[in-house]
Structure formats: C-alpha cells, structure tokens
C-alpha cells in the first residue's frame, strides 16, 4: 500500500517569502501521479499542483512549483512571494492511475501561516 | 460551471440517528469519490463510483455505512446509528475520467454526532 508522509505539522512565512513544504511517499509503483492541494479554513479542497511520474520537468503553477525527486520519493511544493490568502492547510496526495480504483492517498497535511 | 456541490454544510445527529449526505458532482464526470476527514487529519477513502457502478467499498468503516449513485450523478452517503467516532468533514470529490483525471472536491459537509 501507498503511504504519503508530511513531516511538518505547522509552518510559518513573511507575506513576500518563499517557503518549502516537504513531502516523501513510498510505493513500488513506477507510474503515479502526485498531487499537492490547499484547504483554506472555509474547507473547501483546491487543487494547486500535479505531477505525473513519467515527466521528469517539474511542474509549475504561477508562485507555485514543485521538487520531485523520483528516486528519492519527495515530492516537495515551493511558494514563492507568499501571500495572505496562502494561508491553509496543505495536503500532499498520491494516486495510482491506470487501475481499476483510483482514490486518492493523503498525507496528514501541513498548516501554513503566512504573516503580514 | 459549476462545481461539485455538497448538501447539507453542517449536521448534527443525536448518537443513533440515521443521516443522509448528498453531492452534486460536476455535470458529465464519470467517477466519484467519498472520502472521511477526522480533525487535523487528511481524507481517508471511503468509497468510489464509476457512473452508477461502486467499484470499491473497501474503506467504509462498517455495515452502518452505506452508498449509492442510481442514476451515475447525485450521490447519496447514508449512515445508519450514528456514534461517535462518525463525527468528521466527509468530502465528496468527482473526476471527468476514470483512471487518470484531477479530482475536484466539494466543501464537505461536517457531521457531529453528539
């Protein structure tokens, strides 16, 4: 089975700064998708980033960028110039495509306080 | 359009009830998701859809919990005797394809069981 770990329960940045949140998964899997998404106090699951398994680019969106290291399993999400509205709970997720049952696998997810 | 939409925001059921929860996914996805989220944890899988069709029920916690999507759109998650540990934020999530597309989330409903 799939595990996905976040090892920084809570982290804090200055409005403009640049923060790394960490993520390390473990699979036996050699095709897979990851996943970073934001839940902001209103609940509701964003997606911010995605990554396929097979496209050694890493995947960028706006201030948003990812470090994925396949052979190290890290996948890990840089926030550039931090804003206000950053502020949430950030969950890594793996998923296993191309089978018959595709859930999402969560880490426990990390808090993130961006700071005026 | 629209998003994927879950009914009711907020609900509270005395230990024993039985309750319905409701998603509304995204208008044409083919695949549908139940997931649990216990305070300061991530979504845990419960249940997954493929049109009408539930393919897996591996992770419902027990027989008091039950599923359906009828007519391969609305779904309904029903819990029977309601206790205690039901207490979290159960997520519904919808995805255009079923093997490698992006899930898209709705609010959740938040269900405290007193």
């Known amino acids: 089975a799939q595990t996905v770990t976040q090892s920084q329960p809570e982290m804090s940045v200055q409005e403009a700064e640049t923060v790394t949140l960490s993520c390390t998964y473990d699979?036996?899997?050699?095709?897979?998708?990851l996943f970073w998404y934001k839940q902001p106090p209103s609940r509701q699951m964003i997606l911010v980033i995605r990554?396929?398994?097979?496209?050694?680019q890493n995947a960028t969106e706006n201030r948003f960028s990812v470090n994925f290291q396949k052979a190290a399993k890290s996948f890990s999400l840089k926030i550039s110039d931090s804003q206000l509205g950053d502020t949430a709970m950030y969950f890594c997720?793996?998923?296993?495509?191309?089978?018959?049952?595709?859930?999402?696998?969560f880490g426990k997810g990390t808090r993130l306080s961006v700071i005026a | 359009g629209a998003g994927v939409s879950q009914s009711p925001r907020y609900k509270v059921a005395k230990r024993g009830q039985d309750v319905a929860l409701r998603c509304d996914p995204i208008?044409?996805?083919?695949?549908l998701f139940w997931y649990q989220q216990a305070l300061g944890q991530g979504p845990e899988f419960l249940t997954y859809?493929?049109?009408?069709?539930?393919?897996?029920k591996s992770g419902l916690p027990s027989d008091r919990f039950f599923a359906e999507r009828p007519e391969g759109s609305v779904s309904t998650l029903k819990i029977q005797r309601t206790q205690q540990e039901d207490s979290a934020v159960y997520l519904c999530?919808?995805?255009?394809?079923?093997?490698?597309?992006?899930?898209?989330f709705g609010p959740g409903t938040r269900l405290t069981v007193l």
């Open positions: 997720a793996f998923m296993k495509p191309f089978s018959g049952n595709t859930p999402l696998v």
């Open positions: 859809f493929q049109n009408e069709a539930q393919l897996d």
């Open positions: 699979t036996s899997e050699s095709n897979y998708y």
């Open positions: 999530a919808s995805s255009l394809e079923q093997f490698t597309d992006t899930q898209y």
């Open positions: 990554q396929e398994a097979y496209k050694q």
């Open positions: 208008s044409g996805h083919v695949s």
